[in-house]
């Protein structure tokens, strides 16, 4: 049995994609109109986001199916910790708190970790597919409207581990395409104790 997850995320999330875009502060994003404050509280945001999301991930690398999504390559925690560390200095973590909103995100992505782990398969494909499409047009707006120089302060958007960013998304699409079939896989096997 094959299913093409990759289409169907990437479908089923077009809607929320559309409509995170109308939000006005994404509009002003994607305009280059950015203070340095808010930026740094997005970034800051983000680094709690990632983190949890590595740390679950990270405990689940041995999952029979998500483990065939786990890429370190992938992660952003130190690249924002980087950006954090240039824009505010080392002690960034003391004015820089998560929002209520990034709170409940952090909550949920612990949640499901325990409660219902292959939904973190969504989770994982809509920010790091999200920041290697389309982060390098993201750094360059960045670029410009902080006016930032020579990579400093875009490390986010910085995949180094990551030769060919095409070619890797045609690799974790192809992955994620098999994993549907992995876990009706895994759970006739519970059921049967067989997987043919």
Not at 129 to 136: E, H, K, V
Not at 159 to 183: C, G, W
Request: charged content about 15%; proline content about 3%.
């Amino acid at each position: 049995m094959t299913s093409d997850l990759a289409r169907q995320l990437r479908e089923g999330t077009q809607h929320s994609h559309s409509l995170a875009e109308s939000v006005g502060f994404i509009r002003c994003f994607l305009k280059g109109a950015l203070d340095q404050a808010t930026y740094q509280q997005l970034i800051a945001n983000f680094y709690y986001i990632y983190t949890a999301l590595e740390t679950e991930m990270a405990q689940l690398q041995e999952h029979s199916v998500l483990g065939q999504i786990y890429f370190p390559e992938l992660h952003r925690q130190q690249s924002l910790t980087e950006d954090l560390t240039y824009f505010c200095g080392f002690q960034w973590p003391q004015s820089l708190q998560p929002s209520p909103a990034t709170n409940l995100y952090v909550e949920r992505i612990q949640t499901l970790a325990i409660s219902d782990p292959l939904l973190m398969i969504s989770h994982a494909y809509t920010r790091y597919l999200g920041d290697l499409s389309g982060g390098q047009i993201l750094k360059t707006i960045v670029q410009e409207g902080l006016k930032l120089r020579d990579g400093q302060g875009t490390a986010f958007y910085e995949f180094m581990a990551i030769a060919d960013p095409k070619a890797f998304k045609v690799k974790y699409r192809q992955t994620l395409n098999q994993l549907a079939s992995m876990a009706h896989c895994t759970a006739d096997s519970r059921r049967s104790q067989s997987c043919l």
